[in-house]
């Protein structure tokens, strides 16, 4: 209520919104009468002549320096005050008339300040409050991204301590810039335009770094995706070099102990539901990392109940999420009425997002079982709401991934670009056990289990379902893991959980690690949904009695891996099970299932590669495609250079929107959509090709699939006159970025190294 009414009387609670660090210079400091230099700081300021303060505003309470307070940041929850919370003492405090800066005692509730002393606590903005109980408001929200970057370096090599202290005092003085440091060393700037770059580096070169600096050509991220039905062009053909002819396959992909065969599929999500996810990381960050939806949760049932009221903090959530409820239903309505009910149905199923566990990409819970229908009739089953699994598709619908533990499907190797489209063979990396898991498969007297994993967390937390749909899937679940354990005792129940959560941690990494990079150019998957079901097979070396693979006896287990037996049971039914061990009696040595993670490691660690490379595989199966920011490019131009204007657009790959006049005056407006990749230097062109009579201003727009299939192979022969033989020219916009991306990351790229290979003929002619 203090903050509501913005009470300045000295007994209100102190509350500040501290919104970025401003630097400056250390002379410019007004110091009082008998004061010495200026002492603010931390250690690594006082080495440079910029000196950070806090700019902000004064919703509650008088600010006066000295004053102890509390630094909230963004993700700080009064329920758990221990957590995000660090307590600071305000030093001197300014009010900041233009360049120049007054010292004053107080500052009332409705003045904006700037505050010495935070540096060593705030980065780039936080909420300060003089009690914890205080909720941080919410953070600034930027209408562009940090998509464009460079790397730089120092030009003598003993500059590079000074640079790296120059990047962090840019990366606070700048609320909106990004430093990053790659795996391979370089230091990367990322800002929102070619216009704000320049500015962050001529601010590290004079202020900050004071260094020589060399800085790369500009670097634009891409995301990766697959191709959307619903985003093309109203009557634009499919095939050729548009692609789309082929539908998302199942991926079939085992763990080097041939004990676990996990099958995907990728869906695509419409750009509206992946740009309506991708557009509030904040708001997912809260919910879905720091727990806050739990938390809310937890206190409408307790005030459901009357065991106490609600948190005050429960509504304000709750109208966050309603808009990106709204947003996403109406993005599915918008993708048509044959793709809304699927779009609806994977949100409801929504397990896990990625990357980072609040991207724009879903993990999907195993459907539920019809209800009175037996798990091995579900997939027969004709009712509408039966989902079919996975691994019941026909053999000619899937897919094998190569060998986990090969290089085959590593980013940028050979399986990443082949475009191959048909069902692979044995010889693709199906060696050893992977030829045993095909066998093992398809057998229908296989050993075989089939895990049930996830539940619908993030869609319960997101406000997509309710608590009743969730308990049914978690009720499903266990209905599931019940009748597969049914004829076990209790300590191998125990066992067949154990072995499912190292399913279910490795399920979770994969996923993500295969979000944050994709297989086309290792950038970040974008509009994906990927389902996901794992079975347990017990290779044939472990189903034939006899020597064990050590040259043990079929009761005794002396190879020190892991071991799950597995009795010989129905199919159907599941298996009786009991734990082997070095001293235990197991029946046979058919029943056992050996995880040998003394060879290849922990199991969840083999479960993590295998959906890994699964994943990057089913996105190339399901036609994937290059995903490239569009800026919002608003230009004001003359009737004389309208002529100039134009051209310039349409060698940028422009897409016009709309073009008016101005009332009164001969200058026309123009609204288009450009590409990122093509936005460096048009404010240059358009000058020299207008004669300074047109002029641009960008904003970061939205993210937008490339329609263009980066593997098509001309195969007829208006496409060859077209496209060329190898369509690998300029015709094919996407393979040229992709391949371009991978030269800057060192990822190999298929291209002719020699043309033509026969011998140069010299010109001197010898008389």
Not at 107 to 127: C, E, F, Y
Not at 186 to 200: P, Q
Not at 721 to 728: L, P, V
Request: glycine fraction near 10%; aromatic fraction near 4%.
């Amino acid at each position: 209520s203090c903050v509501a009414r913005s009470d300045d009387s000295p007994s209100a609670p102190l509350v500040v919104y501290v919104s970025k660090m401003v630097a400056v210079p250390r002379g410019l400091l007004p110091r009082v009468p008998g004061e010495g230099g200026a002492t603010h700081g931390s250690q690594l300021q006082q080495d440079h002549d910029e000196v950070f303060l806090g700019f902000g505003r004064v919703f509650s309470g008088v600010a006066q320096p000295g004053q102890r307070v509390h630094v909230l940041s963004g993700a700080y929850n009064p329920a758990a005050p221990t957590t995000q919370r660090q307590t600071a003492v305000l030093g001197a405090v300014y009010m900041m008339m233009g360049r120049a800066l007054e010292r004053v005692e107080r500052v009332p509730a409705g003045n904006v300040l700037a505050i010495a002393g935070l540096d060593a606590v705030v980065l780039k903005s936080a909420t300060l409050s003089s009690t914890p109980a205080c909720r941080p408001l919410a953070p600034l929200m930027f209408q562009a991204a940090a998509i464009v970057m460079v790397a730089v370096e120092p030009a003598h090599p003993s500059d590079l301590p000074a640079l790296r202290r120059g990047l962090q005092l840019l990366n606070r003085a700048d609320p909106f810039v990004e430093v990053s440091v790659l795996d391979s060393g370089e230091h990367v700037l990322a800002a929102a335009g070619e216009v704000h770059l320049g500015t962050c580096i001529k601010d590290l070169r004079e202020r900050f770094a004071r260094v020589e600096l060399r800085v790369s050509p500009p670097l634009v991220a891409f995301r990766e995706s697959i191709f959307c039905p619903s985003e093309l062009a109203e009557g634009t053909p499919l095939g050729g070099l548009v692609g789309g002819l082929k539908g998302p396959r199942v991926v079939e992909a085992l763990t080097p102990n041939g004990c676990c065969v996990v099958r995907v599929r990728a869906a695509p999500l419409p750009g509206g539901v992946a740009g309506a996810l991708d557009g509030r990381p904040e708001l997912l960050r809260r919910v879905l990392v720091d727990g806050e939806g739990r938390q809310e949760a937890a206190d409408g049932n307790r005030a459901d109940t009357g065991a106490g009221p609600a948190s005050s903090s429960s509504s304000s959530l709750a109208s966050e999420l309603g808009p990106l409820r709204t947003e996403l239903r109406a993005a599915a309505k918008a993708a048509g009425p044959q793709q809304e009910a699927r779009v609806l149905q994977m949100l409801e199923r929504a397990w896990l997002l990625g990357p980072k566990r609040i991207g724009p990409n879903l993990l999907l819970a195993s459907p539920r079982r019809p209800n009175g229908v037996a798990a091995a009739e579900a997939s027969a089953s004709s009712s509408s709401t039966a989902v079919e699994s996975l691994f019941d598709m026909s053999s000619n619908s899937v897919v094998r991934a190569a060998k986990a533990t090969t290089k085959a499907m590593a980013p940028g190797a050979q399986g990443a670009l082949s475009g191959t489209a048909g069902p692979l063979t044995d010889a693709d990396g199906a060696d050893g056990a992977d030829a045993t898991a095909a066998a093992s498969s398809s057998s229908s007297a296989a050993a075989r289990i089939d895990l049930r994993l996830g539940s619908p967390v993030a869609a319960l937390a997101l406000g997509l379902i309710s608590e009743e749909d969730a308990r049914s899937y978690i009720d499903d679940r266990a209905a599931g893991a019940s009748s597969s354990s049914s004829n076990c005792d209790a300590g191998v129940a125990e066992a067949l959980r154990h072995v499912a959560a190292s399913v279910e941690s490795g399920v979770v990494a994969g996923f993500q690690i295969a979000t944050a990079s994709g297989p086309l150019c290792e950038e970040p998957l974008w509009g994906v949904a990927f389902e996901l079901e794992v079975r347990l097979v017990q290779p044939q070396q472990q189903q034939q009695a006899g020597p064990s693979l050590d040259g043990d006896s079929p009761q005794t287990n002396t190879g020190g891996g892991t071991g799950l037996g597995l009795a010989a049971g129905s199919v159907s039914q599941g298996f009786t099970a009991a734990i082997g061990g070095p001293d235990s009696e197991t029946p046979s040595w058919s029943g056992r299932l050996e995880l040998q993670e003394d060879v290849y490691g922990p199991f969840s660690g083999q479960v993590m590669t295998a959906v890994a490379v699964a994943c990057r595989r089913a996105v190339l199966e399901a036609d994937a495609r290059l995903v490239e920011a569009q800026y919002l490019c608003q230009l004001t131009a003359s009737a004389e250079a309208l002529s100039g204007m134009y051209a310039v657009l349409g060698r940028r790959r422009a897409r016009i929107l709309r073009e008016e006049m101005r009332e009164g005056s001969d200058t026309f407006l123009v609204s288009c959509y450009l590409p990122a990749e093509a936005s460096f230097g048009l404010a240059d062109e358009m000058r020299r090709r207008s004669s300074g009579a047109a002029s641009a201003s960008l904003m970061l727009s939205h993210w937008e699939r490339l329609q263009v299939d980066p593997f098509f192979v001309p195969t007829t022969e208006e496409e060859r006159e077209e496209h060329g033989e190898d369509a690998s020219g300029l015709t094919n916009l996407a393979r040229r970025l992709i391949d371009a991306v991978r030269r800057r990351k060192g990822l190999p790229v298929e291209e002719k190294v020699v043309a033509r290979a026969t011998k140069q003929r010299t010109l001197k002619r010898n008389v």
